[in-house]
């Protein structure tokens, strides 16, 4: 079975081929915001280093976010495409899990760390996943009896902001992951992909959702004006069971 | 692309004159088949008029989210219909016998976060299938909606094009030359519609709630300015909206009906006034309508009173072809595929698209 991965979720965009036996080739780039332009040239480049052709894929495997709000539609819309179009089932990943999948053999405590802009961060921790400002996620960590280790764009972004407000919480002071785990690699995805695939954790293309752990803007924004309040409208993806939100 | 199957019987081939439309530059999912340029095959759409109306315009936000839920879906459907397969191959029992051998998306002008699903989508059927990919002009595809249901239209044609997002007056003399004569310097003409119905708490859209209203109001009670009336051939809405509030905050007692009637036929009287003075300086043999404005009746009486006064051909669109479609899309792709060849897969969203020279 061939497995094709996409990785659109955040500040790095590419693509994967995997067989039976672990992933064959990677592509990947940090295009700025150009992911739309870059994702499906990455899909043709990982196709050819591993000498696979397109009709030879069985499953496709997606990161659907956390993180940039395009660039999850971007990855989505295009493994629905290549699902539906090649007439095979889909596979959904978290960048977050990515990306613990990614540094789990350099450290004990590995907590993925996605910048959400305005501020906010989303992290896992135990299982957990929460989105919040600097100090919320400080103050988790600061709890943790080891220094955990900070993985993902936010932590890149916010990485010494965090170390300070840990250690002024007296916490273990975390250490920071380097550049390359800067964004979930493609291969990492690929991979923990083949497992998935392995258990039967599939979706059809339909099934693929994107996890923003967000609600847009104007919702928001009508739900704090005090009138008129939208009937029947939902408090917002938390509903969803997403997990708790740490403010 | 042909072969042979494993039991010596020919497999059925892709064929360029098959293409697959995606259309998600605003807020409707729409996915097409159409064959040759012009036979429509299937064309679905999926509007999310439900999920912006409560906000009064499209939240680009929302729109993008609800364009990824509602891509595949409204994708196998068209296929479907099509009686092609989810390989956009025949289905056994039916179909053209042909598979789909190019796939055309909008990518601009329109909201960059619903152009992206759109085109991502796209491409990769394309790769998915071994086919072109084809990058549209939204506003080229409008043009294209006119010659689908009218291939007989006599060229040159003065095409008013008219929606939410734009007012352009284009002089088309066929597939791939065009020349904008006019355009709005502020508001497109559905703006104003929107706006003004949401200013009288008559609904979103604004274009069908305007025109609801009319119908129990007095189109002559009161006298909005005609913007731009004499001036050339561009348009100018911003101010009229503007009237309209001024008269309102003095005159509360007005009725709703009576506001809408007079704002609805100064925009009709500025759209058919320029159309015609376009018709007349231009070598047109004929007057063609497009975009979602167009299927406003009083415009569309409008329009074809005085252009049987003047002696031109009119073409006025079903409503269905007016507002966004994904047919009007694979049609424009079709003919842009045989005149500039594939896109390449590098391409864009380009949400401040102009209209295309040529």
């Known amino acids: 079975m061939i497995l094709l991965a996409l990785e659109s979720a955040t500040v790095e965009v590419g693509a994967a081929i995997a067989g039976d036996h672990g992933v064959l080739s990677a592509c990947a780039a940090r295009p700025g915001r150009r992911h739309v332009e870059t994702l499906h040239r990455a899909v043709s480049c990982a196709a050819a280093l591993a000498s696979v052709t397109l009709e030879e894929v069985g499953a496709v495997a997606v990161d659907v976010g956390p993180g940039l709000f395009t660039g999850i539609r971007v990855g989505l819309a295009a493994a629905k495409g290549f699902a539906l179009a090649l007439g095979v089932p889909a596979i959904a990943l978290t960048s977050l899990e990515v990306l613990s999948h990614a540094a789990r053999c350099s450290g004990p405590v590995v907590v993925p760390v996605v910048d959400m802009r305005r501020g906010e961060v989303a992290w896992q921790l135990g299982g957990t996943t929460s989105i919040g400002g600097i100090q919320a996620l400080a103050a988790a960590l600061a709890t943790l009896g080891a220094p955990a280790l900070l993985v993902g764009d936010g932590a890149r972004r916010h990485g010494a902001a965090l170390v300070e407000a840990v250690a002024a919480l007296g916490g273990p002071p975390p250490r920071l992951g380097g550049d390359e785990l800067g964004a979930p690699p493609v291969a990492s995805l690929a991979d923990l992909g083949l497992r998935r695939l392995e258990e039967g954790r599939t979706v059809p293309a339909e099934g693929l959702a994107a996890e923003y752990l967000r609600a847009p803007d104007a919702r928001i924004n009508f739900a704090s004006r005090p009138d008129p309040a939208p009937a029947g409208d939902a408090g917002g993806p938390f509903d969803a069971g997403f997990g708790s939100r740490v403010r | ?358």
Request: charge should be negative.
């Open chain 2, 1 to 358: 692309m042909s072969g042979e199957g494993p039991a010596g019987r020919a497999r059925p081939a892709r064929d360029p004159e098959i293409v697959l439309g995606v259309e998600t530059s605003c807020d409707e999912t729409a996915v097409a088949v159409v064959e040759g340029g012009r036979t429509i095959r299937s064309s679905i759409v999926s509007s999310q008029v439900d999920l912006h109306a409560r906000y009064g315009g499209v939240v680009p936000e929302i729109a993008g989210r609800a364009h990824l839920e509602r891509i595949v879906p409204a994708a196998r459907e068209a296929l479907r219909e099509a009686g092609l397969d989810d390989r956009g191959m025949p289905l056994a029992a039916s179909g053209p016998g042909r598979g789909i051998g190019a796939v055309a998306a909008t990518v601009g002008p329109g909201l960059a976060g619903a152009l992206l699903v759109g085109i991502s989508f796209a491409k990769a059927l394309a790769l998915a299938w071994q086919v072109p990919f084809v990058g549209v002009n939204h506003l080229e595809g409008h043009l294209y909606a006119s010659l689908l249901e009218d291939p007989g239209i006599e060229l040159p044609a003065v095409v008013l094009l008219v929606s939410g997002g734009h007012t352009i007056l284009v002089e088309m003399d066929g597939p791939g030359s065009y020349e904008v004569l006019g355009e709005t310097v502020d508001d497109a003409a559905g703006e104003a519609f929107d706006k003004v119905a949401r200013f009288l708490g008559l609904g979103y859209p604004g274009g069908p709630a305007i025109e609801r209203a009319a119908r129990e109001g007095d189109a002559s009670s009161i006298a909005f300015p005609r913007p731009m009336l004499g001036e050339g051939l561009d348009f100018s809405f911003s101010g009229l909206k503007t009237a309209v509030v001024t008269y309102v905050g003095k005159h509360p007692e007005v009725s709703s009906a009576d506001v809408a009637a007079s704002f609805q036929a100064a925009v009709v009287d500025v759209l058919v006034a320029k159309l015609l003075d376009a018709a007349g300086t231009s070598r047109a043999r004929s007057v063609c309508l497009a975009g979602g404005v167009a299927a406003n009746g009083p415009l569309r009486e409008a329009v074809a009173a005085a252009c049987a006064a003047a002696g031109l051909g009119v073409y006025l669109p079903s409503r269905s072809m007016c507002t966004d479609n994904a047919a009007m899309i694979a049609s424009a792709g079709h003919h842009l595929l045989g005149r500039r060849g594939p896109t390449p897969m590098d391409a864009g969203a380009e949400p401040s698209m102009r209209f295309p020279a040529g």
